[in-house]
């Protein structure tokens, strides 16, 4: 097969859209935390706590939707630790993040040491099936892409309709991105700015660990160490790219991930020539590149990282 | 007119909103003490004050930004609960505040509505809100665009927006911090005419200020605060701005007197510049001269290249065409230190953002322009004990009120600050002064005090250029006005030579298209 021809086979893009899935939740995560003025790079372990948590809810005998269910309120407890930390106590939104990051992996690590003492090898679930929409998922390639994915992927999709439609048309989303803008103007009508931003950042953290339980319950069927594998460091990337705008960041996921899909192949047809190392590195070079490209003109949220406090001279 | 009055009260007698017995400390200084006065329905009050009197803080606890230390504040015969915005709110009073608390990456209306529905409904009601915005717009002269980003607004649309903001919200008492600070004279008028329909339907107003012409055009009582303390009340029917400011300053003014100009040889002189363009307008073409012991003074609406020609006279932007040449040489390589190198003092307009580092002493601020230079450093080192000596010299020559000469220098007033900036941009005696907006934001004392300096200078042989957006400042103080507008320089008018409102029409960009010979 031809390197151009994969581009217009089905199973290319049904895998480039699983790959996006948990890119995609994770991505409106951070940019509803962003677009409220906090900057939440515990991103990276909230996944990974999302993903233990899904996972391991279905394995002690919940169903899988409860799993979800269990995975965002574990996402938003650290978003509850995050967000108070640094917005009624106003600390370094980097050393928090990155502080709450590496605690999310380590607990996760650790719960999972004392859970399975006896295990070599993860245990693994029933994951979530493709649930092919009946005639849509007929359509040639598009279709096929689209609408033979997992229940969970079709919820990824439907959550940056939601996420966009607060943002633009709700009053809340009109609070929650003058909170990243400019605080004292969400003061000055009687919101406090204290509540809108802690609850970006618990709902934030919610879809992040949700973005992280796609991977162990639909992508995967278990748990492995390491496994959320920089995808939070991406996401952060992604909101930029998307200049903080749902749909912008969605075409930057589904990118990102069709570039992932398009290596791996690539790296099965150069029959081992070229070291595999450089197909991987292929997604994060281009997503640099891409970055350059769209991101120099991005307007950024002016308020971001920028802690509030009330009364403050 | 199709105005609909607000649902006010029914109170003829009482007082809409009642302060008794404010106090607010900020660690060891007072910045309101026992402060108590009445508001009735259809006055306006104006609380007069020099900066740093205690107007804005008052304000910001009659608002619910601060809470106080002692005293109650009732609006409608109700006691407000203290340190609730929401509350104030709710109450029917709205403030326009001095630095506006509009989100820039949104529209007009979104900025208005923000917080009038409740926060959990699916969906916002634009149609509605949209409409309501154009009949206040149409009803009290307030035009905006409701779906314009504020981003795009200039300084007076975003004032419209903020009153806009009030009374979407059915405002009955509007406070207004300053809010002639950032206008242009027509759009100080215009506001002016909105405050008087306001009023006419029975809104009470609290304008806050320190310019005296405004206070006594559009109020009916004035409130002179002095160091936290109420030190006044008139009537403004039976007072004058000079008993206001012996009130406001706690002794008499003298404004600065002016002496007849002693003109000397030409010392900057720009033949046809043009630059890039910088906050707003480029340079277009612009020829000017500066001569020795002579003021000129630029009048024009900000925005229309006064940013340019003071950046390209500082020398952090290069001509892109033309001549410029100081004291009859044409000047190759130019830069701030090649400006700094040729005698051009600058006392910038943002006296914040460029005039000083707000995170650094004072000591090290005044050395800023000249650390490399014999005095302050030997061999690659600083010389802290010039350094400290020289801003020993400037705090006691200039009066600077500053606890010590490591202070970090954004503690002080802006007045204070002033001052310092002044004391290191006149100490070497420059040959030429560039002072971009010298007094704005600053009290009377501190304005004569500026003014004086200026004049010494001049006295002495320098050669100002006084760019300002106060034609009081420049009529009062410029041998020689030219007017700015749209990146071009009018033909130069000597003292007297034309009106305030033949200036106002050349800052319009209306009337002759000179150039300055």
Known sequence: MDALEILFTASFWVAAIRIASPLIFATMGELICERAGVLNLGIEGIM???????????????????????????????????????????????????????????????????????????????????????????????????????????????????????????????????????????????????????GAVMVGSALMAVGGAFLTMSAFNSFFFEMINGRGWICI????????????????????????????????????????????????ALSILALILVARRATYPKALMIPYQKGER | MSVTPAP????????????????????RLVANDAISFELKRGEVIALLGENGAGKTTLMNILFGHYVADEGTVEAFGKPLPPGDPRAALDAGIGMVHQHFTLADNMTVLENIVLGTQSLWQVRLDRAAARQRIEQLSADFGLTVDPAATVSTLSVGERQRVEILKALYRDAHVLILDEPTAVLTPAETDALFRTLRLLVAIGLSIIFISHKLHEVMAVSDRVLVLRAGRLA????????????????????????????????????????RVSTARHNGAGLDEVSLILS?????????VSGNGQAALAALMSGT???????????????????????????????????????????????????????????????GFLDWKAARAFAEEIIADYDVKCPSPEARIRLLSGGNMQKLILGRALDPEPAVILASQPTRGLDVGAVA???????????????????????????????????????????????????????????AGHGGEGQAA
């Open chain 1, 48 to 198: 990974t706590a999302g993903a233990f948590a899904g996972w391991f809810t279905v394995y002690a005998g919940g169903d899988l939707w409860t799993g979800v269910l269990v995975a965002a309120l574990a996402g938003a407890m650290f978003g509850l630790l995050h967000a108070t930390l640094t917005v009624p106590l106003g600390l370094s939104q980097h050393v928090v993040g990155i502080g709450v990051t590496l605690l999310a992996t380590s607990l996760t690590y650790f719960i999972y040491r004392l859970a399975l003492p006896e295990v070599t090898s993860p245990p693994k679930i029933e994951p979530f099936q493709p649930l092919p929409i009946p005639g849509l998922s007929k359509v040639p390639v598009l279709g096929e892409a689209l609408f033979s994915q997992t229940p969970l992927t079709y919820l990824a999709f439907l959550t940056v309709a939601v996420v966009a439609w607060v943002l633009y048309r709700t009053p809340v989303g009109l609070a929650v991105r003058a909170a990243g803008e400019n605080p004292s103007a969400v003061e000055a009508q009687g919101i406090s700015v204290t509540a809108i931003r802690m």
């Open chain 2, 317 to 379: 932007q290069r001509p892109t065409g033309g001549r410029l040449s100081i004291a009859g040489q044409a000047v190759g390589d130019w830069s701030p230190r090649a400006a700094l190198g040729h005698g051009i003092a600058r006392i910038p307009e943002d006296r914040h953002a460029v005039g000083t580092i707000g995170d650094m002493s004072v000591m090290e601020n005044v050395i800023a322009e000249r650390y490399g230079s014999d005095r302050f450093s030997r061999m």
């Open chain 2, 232 to 271: 006044g009340e008139r009537e403004t029917k039976a007072t004058d701005r000079k008993e206001l400011a012996a009130l406001m300053v706690g002794q008499e003014v003298k404004p600065a007197e002016v002496s007849p100009a002693n003109v000397g040889a030409p010392l900057l002189v720009l033949d």
């Open chain 2, 8 to 27: 006010i009260v029914n109170v003829t007698s009482n007082p809409v909103l009642r302060l008794s017995g404010i106090t607010k400390r900020f660690g």
């Open chain 2, 449 to 507: 005090y500026v003014h004086r300096m200026l004049l010494a200078a001049r006295e002495r042989g320098a050669a100002v250029l006084l760019i300002s957006e106060d034609l009081e400042e420049i009529l009062a103080l410029s041998d020689r006005i030219v007017v700015m507008s749209k990146g071009r320089l009018s033909a130069p008018s000597s003292r007297g030579e034309r009106t305030i409102r033949e200036l106002g029409e050349l800052m």
């Open chain 2, 292 to 300: 020795a012991g002579e003021i000129t003074g630029l009048a024009g």
């Open chain 1, 237 to 284: 990337a992604l909101v930029v790219f998307g200049s903080w705008r749902p749909g912008k960041a969605l075409i930057g996921a589904i990118l990102f991930a069709a570039f992932d899909a398009y290596q791996v192949r690539l790296q099965q047809m150069s029959g081992g020539i070229v070291p595999y190392q450089v197909f991987l590195m292929m997604p994060y």
